[in-house]
């Protein structure tokens, strides 16, 4: 059975960074897009970065700059390094990623539970 492990979040300060990180785990033949979505509260899920096996990356206009994907192939990881946090980064945070499991003979979607970013004063 596939599923995305994440962890990192928490609470922090304005100003501060953290790091998130996802991990597809399960057989697999192959990962595709990865990437991190933010969901607040009663809103819709924005992406915020994804990265492509080529290691292409794409950010959301409001986190260029503070924020940067990366991806290790072998691990079928993605990591989320985040700066400059400010009070509109918190949100809960799901890690996306489409998927060739081995049993199946096509790619799926697969999500996160999600982990909590929260950034107080």
């Known amino acids: 059975q596939v599923q995305l492990v994440e962890s990192g979040g928490g609470l922090v300060q304005t100003g501060g960074s953290q790091e998130l990180s996802c991990t597809v785990a399960?057989?697999?033949?192959?990962?595709?897009?990865m990437g991190w979505y933010r969901q607040g509260p009663g809103d819709q899920r924005e992406l915020v970065a994804s990265?492509?096996?080529?290691?292409?990356?794409t950010y959301a206009d409001a986190v260029g700059g503070r924020f940067v994907i990366s991806r290790d192939n072998d691990k079928n990881m993605i990591r989320l390094q985040m700066s400059s946090l400010d009070f509109e980064d918190t949100g809960l945070y799901l890690c996306?990623?489409?998927?060739?499991?081995?049993?199946?003979?096509?790619?799926?979607?697969?999500w996160g539970q999600g982990t909590q970013v929260t950034v107080s004063s």
């Open positions: 996306h990623a489409i998927v060739r499991p081995a049993t199946a003979a096509f790619w799926r979607e697969y």
């Open positions: 990265i492509m096996p080529d290691l292409k990356t």
């Open positions: 399960g057989s697999i033949f192959g990962v595709g897009f």
